[in-house]
């Protein structure tokens, strides 16, 4: 019995609970969500950036610092969609989508649809890889998006904010904002 509580007593004055913090920031129209959780042995930062919401799809992303960062790897932009439990999303599964900028640019993106463990639809846009820094430099110098889907407009997103919204978590996450931000 000595030995069991002296050992509990070492480990709790050893041990290193974990913790996590949350911190928000709101640049014009987005959203900066910095996600901040000590394991007890490292210390892991999401940085997480995104623009609509409250009804509307999201456009944005998340990257953390224990992974592959700019500017050797540039984080994927997503549309996301969500549905009530029971109804579908407007996007479906494999459709082609569109994110027009004003200056003329564009880039196509997949649609990934499916249903969550609590049954809520959702639907996601992926660009191919070899476009996450060009859609990330577009967003950067326009002012909105407009996102086609095959049945006409999805959502148009503002990017306004956009620019200091990016610097924020690549100052938290730790990496140059050079690549997207010249």
């Not at 407009?153 to 690549?170: C, D, E, H, M, N």
Request: glycine letters at 10%; hydrophobic letters at 40%.
């Amino acid at each position: 019995m000595f030995f069991r509580t002296l050992a509990a007593a070492c480990l709790a004055v050893f041990a290193t609970p974990a913790w996590a913090a949350e911190q928000y920031f709101d640049y014009k129209d987005w959203t900066v969500l910095i996600e901040t959780v000590d394991t007890g042995e490292d210390l892991r930062v999401t940085c997480s950036m995104w623009t609509g919401g409250d009804g509307d799809p999201t456009v944005g992303f998340s990257i953390s610092n224990g992974d592959a960062l700019p500017p050797h790897s540039f984080p994927g932009v997503q549309l996301t969609e969500r549905a009530v439990r029971g109804h579908r999303t407007v996007l479906e599964d494999g459709q082609a989508v569109h994110f027009i900028f004003d200056d003329g640019d564009s880039a196509d993106a997949r649609v990934r649809a499916e249903v969550d463990a609590d049954g809520f639809a959702f639907a996601v846009t992926d660009f191919p890889y070899e476009d996450n820094q060009r859609v990330l430099q577009a967003m950067q110098r326009n002012g909105q998006i407009d996102i086609v889907g095959p049945s006409g407009p999805v959502y148009t997103a503002s990017l306004s904010g956009f620019t200091a919204s990016y610097r924020k978590i690549a100052e938290q996450c730790g990496f140059s904002v050079d690549g997207v931000i010249g």
